[in-house]
Nanobody, 126 residues
Framework: EVQLVESGGGSVQAGGSLSLSCAAS????????KTWFRERPGKGPEGVAG???????YYVDPVKGRFTISQDSAENTLYLRMTNLEPEDTARYYC????????????????????WGQGTQVTVSS
């Protein structure tokens, strides 16, 4: 069974940087789409950045140029490098994955993802 475990959250001041990791079991197959979501206080989960089964990367507009998604060569760890953080980035960040063997990319729709981690908290103070 696929298991996802996030780490790397913490508290930083605005303008600072953090790197998140997501250790994934059973995701070495390239067919999986892997995505970072976040849940801000009082809001539902929203996509942040994702990697398709073919290795293409996708970002939502608010984080473009500030966040970078990547994965290691064995493709069993997913990363999110976050720079120039803003208070609005304060959220619990989750990694999620789903089988993308027959699709290129499924977007940032939470219900499309099968596997979820427990999340890691990121707090950005002004």
């Amino acid at each position: 069974e696929v298991q996802l475990v996030e780490s790397g959250g913490g508290s930083v001041q605005a303008g600072g940087s953090l790197s998140l990791s997501c250790a994934a079991s059973e995701l070495t197959d390239r067919r999986f789409c892997k995505t970072w979501f976040r849940e801000r206080p009082g809001k539902g989960p929203e996509g942040v950045a994702g990697i398709s089964g073919t290795g293409n990367t996708y970002y939502v507009d608010p984080v473009k140029g500030r966040f970078t998604i990547s994965q290691d060569s064995a493709e069993n760890t997913l990363y999110l490098r976050m720079t120039n953080l803003e208070p609005e980035d304060t959220a619990r960040y989750y990694c999620a994955a789903r089988d993308c063997e027959f699709v290129t990319w499924v977007g940032f729709i939470p219900s499309q993802y099968t596997y979820w981690g427990q999340g890691t908290q990121v707090t950005v103070s002004s």
